[in-house]
Every structure is written in structure tokens, then in C-alpha cells.
């Protein structure tokens, strides 16, 4: 093969379906792991109201990556696939006390002043609480709101799953198969130990979100990647809920609904838990504690399942893709925290150019992997 990307998240999926459609020779091999950040994530599609916000590369790159979403989107269901998962039915964030609105004021003046230096994001604007409660029939009392029309929400699972599918129709080789090794010899790769088995490649990218570290032996270089596990509650209402906007506090508590009676509601932010994709009793509280603060028409709603993710952290709380420092052929593509979802599919797209020795269409310098032999 040209190339093989190593793990199928969204980041891996999405590297392998820009690569594959570019005519590239690539296999895409993943062991699917329980906890995987893709399969648990919300899919929230906002940058400016993103608690990652404070970081103006990661911004920038987001509000790219976002915008990306509805010609990728186009793009593959041109290419046959039914489902993606992808919709835009707009954000709602709210405060609910005077501490969140203090919160609240500190984000709102984030989002002018990037309207005014970078004129984006363009449209969000302030609501009354009562202009709030008319959007979404699950608020309770905010002090403060504003509304963000293009928020948009991605089911992690389903658009994999679409960029995969797509990409196999344009070539793409894909095996469930767990990639123990990467075969490095003069300071170049050649390929990868699969099963026991060899597999020659020239380029490898390595997309194993929280397990990608499995590889810095190989590699010579030590990949900064630490597990941080979330959980993600799906609540069953008897309620029409494809038309409600999605819902953010100023704290961690969001609210994702979908088309079926189902509402996600989380998530927990757990540095240091290791890799142990499971509840708990004090993570379940307080999302649930949160959600009833926040959206008390929720109180009645059945909790349908919890899903549990172990997000790539990175040590400086930024993506690490790019090219491995030492060895030619070999690029990480991980280190997205709880915005996988958000940057994804765009930084498969450029790390799939830079793979295939074309210059990258937006400026990725912080999220290099040399920065940490500085």
C-alpha cells in the first residue's frame, strides 16, 4: 500500500476517505476499541461558543473545519451514502444564575471581539430569556442567552461510518485488525506488523486517539497524549425533538437532541482516569444534576443509555497532527480533546495533503508535533 492509517475514528476515517478519493493506495486498519471518543461524543458544532475557544489557532481552525462540514457533507452523499448524521438546527446557550452570567459576559465579549477582528462568528446574537424559552420548550428560567443559528450537531458514529463507506467506493481497504507495530528502519517507515503479519507501506498515520502513545517506541518520539473519559447520557422523551436547537450552559452541560425522542445530555471532563471507558456514580450525578439546573423539562425523560468516551488530551490542550519529528513517512493525527467531532473530518482532509506532498490549505504550525521538542 501508498499508505495505512491506523485507527477508524473520525480523524482516521476521515484521513483514509481524503486519501482514497485522491487515488491513493491506503488501508485503514482499526480494532474498533470500546471507549473510542468518536462513538461517545455529542457532535456539538460551534466554535465560538466552545469551551476550547480561549486558544486563537485552535479557533481559526475550527471555524474552517466547521464551515468544511456542509461540502464534505454534499460531498458524500453525492457519493451514494444515505446517512451522515449531520444537521444544523442551531445553539442555544443560556445562563441560569449570577455566577453563569458573569461566565456568560466573559464569552460574549470573546465572541464581539472575534466579530470584529476576524468577522467571525457573524451571526450570534443576544436573546431575552423569554425570546430563550420561545427556541427550546426544555429551558427553564435564564438570566442570560444568546442564539447561534448556524450551530450545527454531527452523529460521530454515522459519519464514520459515511466517510468510510465512501471511501471504500473509491478504493479503500478496510480491516478490523489491531496494529501492534510500525516498522521503522533508516529513519523511514515502511510499513506496519498487523496481526503478526507485515504490511509494507511509505507513509503511516497514526489516528488512535487516546491509544496512539502505543506507538512512541516505534516512532522515537513520545507521543503527549493522556486518556480523559466523558459521560454522555441519552434521555427517551415522548416528545417531537428534531426541531429543537441544541443547548449549552456555561459550565460543562450541553444537550444534543435528535430526530427519534432522544436528547444527549453531558458530559464529564475526567483528567487522569485512565483507560477506563466506564460509569460512575459521581459522573452520572453530575450530569444529571446539571441538566436539571439547566433544562428542567427534562426531569420526566427516561434515561435510555450512557455512553462513555476516553478523549486523546494533548499536554497543552491542542491538537497534535503532523509530520513525526525523525521519521519520514510517518504523521500523527490525535490530540482533539472533547472537539474530535468539530476538527475532524478537516484535519483528516490536510493530513491527507500532507501525506500526499501537498501544502496544506490553512495554517496548522501550533499543532505540529515538534513543538513539544522545543
Not at 517507515?189 to 496481526?195: C, L, S
Not at 443547548?247 to 483528567?271: F, H, I, N
Not at 471507558?277 to 452520572?284: A, K, Y
Request: net charge negative; proline share 6%; charged share 25%.
Amino acid at each position: 500500500m501508498d499508505a495505512i492509517v491506523v485507527g477508524g475514528g473520525i480523524v482516521g476515517s476521515a484521513t483514509a476517505y481524503h486519501l482514497a478519493a485522491a487515488g491513493v493506495d491506503v488501508g485503514l486498519f482499526d480494532r474498533a476499541d470500546e471507549g473510542r471518543a468518536t462513538d461517545a461524543g455529542a457532535g456539538i458544532l460551534s466554535p465560538a461558543t466552545s469551551s476550547n475557544a480561549d486558544s486563537e489557532p485552535w479557533f481559526r481552525f475550527a471555524v474552517e473545519a466547521v464551515d468544511y462540514y456542509e461540502e464534505l457533507n454534499a460531498e458524500l452523499l453525492d457519493a451514494g451514502v444515505e446517512e451522515t448524521g449531520y444537521a444544523v438546527p442551531g445553539l442555544l446557550q443560556v445562563a441560569v444564575d449570577e455566577a453563569e452570567a458573569r461566565t456568560f459576559d466573559a464569552a460574549l465579549e470573546r465572541i464581539r471581539d472575534r466579530q470584529e477582528r476576524l468577522g467571525a462568528p457573524e451571526e450570534i446574537v443576544e436573546l431575552t430569556p423569554a425570546e430563550a424559552r420561545e427556541r427550546s420548550p426544555i429551558v427553564g428560567d435564564p438570566t442570560r442567552a444568546l442564539w447561534n443559528p448556524n450551530g450545527g450537531r454531527v452523529d460521530g458514529r454515522t459519519f464514520a461510518a459515511a466517510l468510510r463507506a465512501a471511501g471504500e467506493r473509491a478504493g479503500l481497504t478496510v480491516r478490523g485488525a489491531d496494529v501492534t507495530g510500525i516498522r521503522v528502519e533508516s529513519g523511514r517507515v515502511r510499513g506496519v506488523v498487523v496481526d503478526g503479519d507485515t504490511v509494507d507501506a511509505d507513509a503511516v498515520v497514526v489516528a488512535g486517539g487516546a491509544w496512539s502513545p502505543a506507538f512512541a517506541d516505534d516512532l522515537g518520539y513520545g507521543i503527549p497524549i493522556e486518556p480523559m473519559r466523558g459521560q454522555i447520557l441519552h434521555l427517551d422523551t415522548e416528545q417531537e425533538t428534531g426541531a429543537w436547537p441544541i443547548v449549552t450552559g456555561t459550565r460543562s452541560l450541553y444537550t444534543v437532541p435528535w430526530e427519534d425522542g432522544r436528547v444527549a445530555v453531558g458530559a464529564t471532563y475526567e483528567e487522569g482516569s485512565g483507560y477506563a471507558p466506564h460509569t460512575t456514580v459521581e459522573g452520572v450525578h453530575e450530569v444529571l444534576g446539571d441538566t436539571l439546573d439547566v433544562l428542567p423539562g427534562l426531569a420526566d425523560a427516561a434515561i435510555g443509555e450512557i455512553r462513555v468516551g476516553l478523549r486523546p488530551g494533548s499536554a497543552d490542550g491542542l491538537p497534535v497532527c503532523g509530520p513525526v519529528p525523525g521519521v519520514e513517512g510517518a504523521y500523527l493525527a490525535t490530540g482533539h480533546g472533547p472537539t474530535g467531532l468539530q476538527m475532524g473530518p478537516y484535519t483528516g482532509r490536510q493530513v491527507a495533503r500532507l501525506v500526499r506532498g501537498e501544502p496544506l490549505e490553512t495554517g496548522m504550525e501550533a499543532f505540529s508535533p515538534a513543538r513539544f521538542l522545543d
